[in-house]
Nanobody, 133 residues
Framework: EVQLQASGGGLVQAGGSLKLSCTAS????????IGWIRQAPGKEREGVSC????????YYADSVKGRFTISSDSAKKAVSLQMNSLKPEDTAVYYC??????????????????????????WGKGTQVTVSS
């Protein structure tokens, strides 16, 4: 059974930083994709950032480029998201999500940017990030 355990959400003032962490237990494949999907109140879910273990490719939503950095540890099947220069519009529930149906021929941008509903097989419980103005 695959389980995703996320941590690190909280309340921070605009301009501050937070770090989210997620560990995927039960994924046995060396090829997998993992990342963060967020949902703000009243909005659709949005792919924030994802990483491919196959070729270390990454994806960032335009709204977070230059502010967020995703890091992965393939040995631990873990991923973290360093979020800097946070804005009130970053307020959302952040979900760690992953798929083991993956190899280097797949496109991390397509998965994370568009296809996460169908493409991500495993979802963790969300962690709340609140950025006050």
């Amino acid at each position: 059974e695959v389980q995703l355990q996320a941590s690190g959400g909280g309340l921070v003032q605009a301009g501050g930083s937070l770090k989210l962490s997620c560990t995927a237990s039960g994924i046995t494949s060396d090829d997998y994709a993992i990342g963060w999907i967020r949902q703000a109140p009243g909005k659709e879910r949005e792919g924030v950032s994802c990483s491919s273990s196959s070729d270390d490719s990454t994806y960032y939503a335009d709204s977070v480029k230059g502010r967020f950095t995703i890091s992965s540890d393939s040995a631990k099947k873990a991923v973290s998201l360093q979020m800097n220069s946070l804005k009130p519009e970053d307020t959302a529930v952040y979900y760690c999500a992953a798929t083991a149906d993956w190899d280097m021929h797949y496109d991390i941008e397509e998965l994370c940017g568009e296809q996460f509903y169908d493409g991500m097989d495993y979802w963790g419980k969300g962690t709340q990030v609140t950025v006050s103005s």
